[in-house]
């Protein structure tokens, strides 16, 4: 091993690796017994030194222009050292770095490169890694790394393990067709690979987790001291419904959910940073992302290391009822394995990069470099969404209540525009035959309570000569069945039982999802009937934000048939209309040209240290982002600033009629939304904000630091620099004064 090698053993007491095992010593390593090879632990006692293994067991396989890839076999451990500094970002637990307070099985688990999950007959899962089990490995040296044959023995189930420094990226692959399940009642669960890759021990190193809660967070790497649980495990595109029981809700006065959902992770991504290092990564699932979860943990949970991976779902377990009736339940094992390759794309940071701006200016390198991505028109809109009608009950039928018609918008856009709004974008909400709520839409008709089609099609064409657009709303995932047959194309969740999604409201108590190819033929229907009205501004939700297994017709389908085939619809749509969506998945940002509801925060978990703008971030310049509706904000001067922060447009949700109208239907929840209420409001922001958009307009964000408690500075890649004072007093900042409260736009200096 080469000398400065060598001088990386002084680092291993506080780094810390992920893994699973503790694999046998290399004997030609140790140094010969006796007391010097011992060390004392008050958990343990006596410690035997001369089984660890050190630096002087791994071999150099690779490098690249600014790292060193360093392996070790029997754990398929890889260190990554960064040539310049001689920092590490180690996979597995080092010897040297135990504390020596976990278990054997987390042992094993923290010192092995991958661990498995295995079910055994429908009920019992178990712990499959390379330190406490028998294990088979043919492994295959490359110009870039390692490719590794792995044979559980025990369980008699195989994958092979492929690892390449490309460049500066660690990548990190488990070919679909390489997995083998050789004993019958034997299962593949999850898959682990590099759960502890770049982990660190209680508050040894300054630094975080970055994780895609909402916009995005941070979990600090200090001591946690035991305070927690458990930590972040969010499925990436939201919670499968296909396996997941209906939540039991906490409910107010048995009518009102109380449960609020956390955000969706609605892009493949996670991080780690050593500050002090200056050093760490940002990780991309970029293959098995659509039933793969982002797990997060920090010290304390369960274990005195902080830590972060993706865990890959090949089977899961689910309860099947017997019958209709009460007459009991059975457990199974799916009956299909996940048919895909699992791959992760580490993109590592160094120096000035590892911070989360660094992160995010790589994730958005990365989607623009791949066209995973393409830039669209960014310039700025104010967008005023509107309520047409909904319906409340009325003896054996429902009744109308019209909120917002065609005539009531084309006078609201009037006087915006004599304000001097000189653009905007609007979604119609309830324009259909039927009200908000008469869903699937299956053709262009509109609600005569509103002005008819005519009237719709001509306001949506006059808008235009304002440069307003107006796009009508779609909700392409749900069926009413109190308005709409919905006994058929609906989906089934993977036990053959109907999927029921409860509302507590007290209109339309529950709905059901279509199945994804009903879906896109109504859709396709609607844009057929739309288009030929000489209009085609469409808004999509629903399929935008949801991904689930299905069964359908005796056939079981996955998370990745249902996510191709929104992918094929929306492709065909996106071809015709001028489509935006809702909250959309990443792998959904091609085909939308504006990113509607864009969370400003967090789902605020306990275990989350700090908020960060990161996914606007990485989108800013790219694609025009909107906020979720200023006038349900508890405190809209916050999140005025968070918008300038962020580089978010503002979303209004406004009524003609006082809202108190909309009390005995299902939108009883809109509270504060009439027109008059917020002109002015509508107005100054769109002032202040198109200002600073335009200032900005296509330029990137390139660094956004927390300068002190409650004072943000946001830097873009045309010079412009934006503070933001959230503290109740006067701030100096680079020579400018920003007070309580506000922001100041200066130039980079």
Request: proline share 2%.
């Amino acid at each position: 091993m080469a000398a400065g090698i060598r001088k990386l053993l002084c680092f291993l007491v506080a780094v810390i690796i992920a893994g699973v095992c503790i694999g046998p010593a290399n004997a030609d390593a140790t140094s010969a017994g006796g007391e010097e090879n011992t060390v004392e632990s008050e958990s343990v006692g006596k410690v035997d030194k001369s089984e660890w293994i050190t630096m002087d067991d791994y071999r150099l396989i690779a490098e690249s222009g600014t790292y060193r890839m360093y392996f070790y076999e029997p754990r398929l451990s890889v260190i990554l050292e960064d040539k310049e500094t001689g920092k590490l970002l180690e996979s597995t637990l080092s010897d040297e770095a135990d504390d020596g307070s976990s278990n054997k099985t987390w042992n094993a688990y923290m010192k092995s490169g991958i661990v498995l999950s295995v079910i055994v007959g429908t009920t019992n899962t178990y712990q499959a890694d390379l330190i406490s089990c028998d294990t088979t490995m043919d492994i295959t040296y490359t110009d870039k790394g390692f490719s590794a044959e792995i044979y559980f023995t025990d369980y008699m189930l195989g994958l092979t393990l492929n690892v390449s420094l490309e460049n500066n990226e660690l990548v990190v692959n488990v070919p679909g067709s390489s997995i083998i399940e050789e004993k019958e009642g034997t299962y593949i669960s999850t898959v682990s690979i590099y759960p502890f890759l770049g982990y660190t021990h209680m508050d040894d190193q300054e630094g975080y987790m970055l994780i895609p809660d909402g916009n995005g967070a941070l979990i600090y790497l200090d001591d946690k001291e035991g305070r927690y649980s458990t930590g972040f495990s969010r499925m990436i595109y939201g919670k499968d419904i296909g396996f997941s029981d209906s939540s039991v809700s906490a409910l107010l006065w048995d009518r009102y959910d109380m449960i609020v959902e956390p955000n969706a992770v609605m892009a493949p991504v996670f991080g780690m940073i050593h500050s002090e290092d200056r050093l760490g990564y940002i990780a991309v699932v970029e293959s098995g992302d659509k039933r793969a979860s982002i797990e997060a943990h920090p010290n304390g949970v369960m274990v005195n290391y902080n830590r972060c991976f993706a865990r890959f779902m090949l089977r899961d377990i689910y309860v099947q009822p017997l019958n209709n009736s009460n007459s009991g339940t059975v457990t199974n094992v799916e009956q299909n394995r996940t048919d895909t390759d699992l791959q992760v794309r580490y993109l590592l940071a160094d120096k000035e990069e590892a911070d989360y701006s660094g992160l995010a200016v790589k994730y958005r390198d990365y989607l623009l470099e791949r066209k995973l991505i393409i830039p669209k028109d960014t310039s700025y809109n104010t967008r005023v969404d509107f309520l047409g009608t909904d319906r409340e009950e009325w003896l054996l039928f429902t009744k109308a209540v019209t909120m917002t018609t065609t005539d009531n918008i084309e006078e609201i856009y009037n006087e915006l525009q004599s304000s001097g709004v000189e653009s905007l974008l609007s979604v119609y909400k309830g324009w259909q035959n039927g009200g908000l709520y008469h869903v699937p839409i299956t053709r262009y008709k509109a609600d005569s309570h509103i002005g008819g089609t005519s009237g719709l099609t001509d306001l949506i064409i006059g808008a235009e000569e304002k440069n307003y657009k107006l796009y009508l709303y779609n909700d392409a995932l749900r069926s009413n069945p109190a308005e709409l047959n919905a006994t058929f194309n609906v989906v089934k969740k993977i036990n053959k039982r109907t999927f029921v999604e409860e509302t507590y409201d007290q209109v339309y108590g529950e709905f059901r999802y279509l199945t994804p190819a009903r879906t896109t033929t109504l859709l396709s229907a609607f844009v057929n009937s739309y288009i030929a009205e000489n209009v085609n501004n469409l808004a999509i939700s629903g399929i935008s934000d949801s991904l689930f297994s299905y069964s359908y017709k005796g056939g079981l389908y996955s998370r990745s048939d249902c996510g191709d085939s929104y992918i094929s619809a929306l492709a065909a749509v996106d071809e015709r209309t001028d489509l935006i969506l809702e909250r959309p998945f990443s792998y959904l940002w091609n085909y939308t040209d504006a990113f509607l509801d864009m969370p400003l925060g967090s789902s605020d978990f306990m275990y989350e240290d700090e908020e960060v703008p990161f996914l606007s971030m990485v989108l800013k310049g790219v694609i025009p982002m909107y906020s979720d509706y200023v006038n349900f904000e508890a405190n809209q001067t916050e999140f005025f600033l968070k918008m300038v922060e962020s580089g978010i447009y503002p979303s209004f949700y406004i009524t003609y009629e006082n809202s108190s109208a909309l009390i005995y239907t299902n939108s009883s929840d809109l509270y504060s939304t009439e027109y008059g209420t917020y002109k002015d409001t509508i107005v100054e922001y769109d002032k202040e904000l198109r200002a600073i958009a335009e200032a900005v307009n296509g330029a990137f964000i390139v660094s956004h630091e927390k300068l002190e408690e409650g004072v943000a500075k946001v830097t873009y890649d045309n010079g412009k620099v934006i503070y933001v004072n959230y503290t109740d007093g006067d701030v100096a900042v680079d020579g400018y004064h920003v007070t309580a409260m506000s922001y100041k736009m200066g130039e980079a200096k």
